[in-house]
């Protein structure tokens, strides 16, 4: 499922940004959604999950911080990151798979540059 990323920048600590994930399936209902992150030298790692059925899941790393949400009418995800560390500084990368069958698909990212 084709994802497009919008919303990344930089930003100073403590600052909010506010990411989206527009999805082109008139299945998205149907997807869980999630997040991930990788910062330079490091693997990619899983910020954040809503599911189709709305439950999340965050990364501790993030938790309390950082809000997913899902706009399934307009066939959109968002990751909300308040308080926003140096240590957040990575590209974002939207996620899709669908809750039945094995069809997946990945944004092409978008940075988040956080600084002190």
């Known amino acids: 499922v084709p994802l497009v990323e919008s919303g990344g920048g930089s930003v100073q600590e403590g600052g909010s940004l506010r990411l989206s994930c527009a999805a082109s399936?008139?299945?998205?209902?149907?997807?869980?959604m999630g997040w991930y992150r990788q910062a330079p030298g490091k693997q990619r790692e899983m910020v954040a999950f809503?599911?189709?059925?709305?439950?999340?899941f965050y990364s501790d790393s993030v938790k309390g911080r950082f809000t997913i949400s899902r706009d399934n009418p307009r066939f959109l995800a968002h990751l909300q990151m308040n308080d926003l560390k140096p240590e957040d500084t990575a590209v974002y990368y939207c996620?899709?798979?669908?809750?039945?069958?094995?069809?997946?698909?990945w944004g092409q990212g978008t940075q988040v540059t956080v600084s002190s």
């Open positions: 996620y899709a798979r669908h809750a039945n069958f094995h069809v997946e698909g």
């Open positions: 399936s008139v299945t998205f209902h149907l997807y869980n």
């Open positions: 809503v599911n189709s059925d709305n439950s999340t």
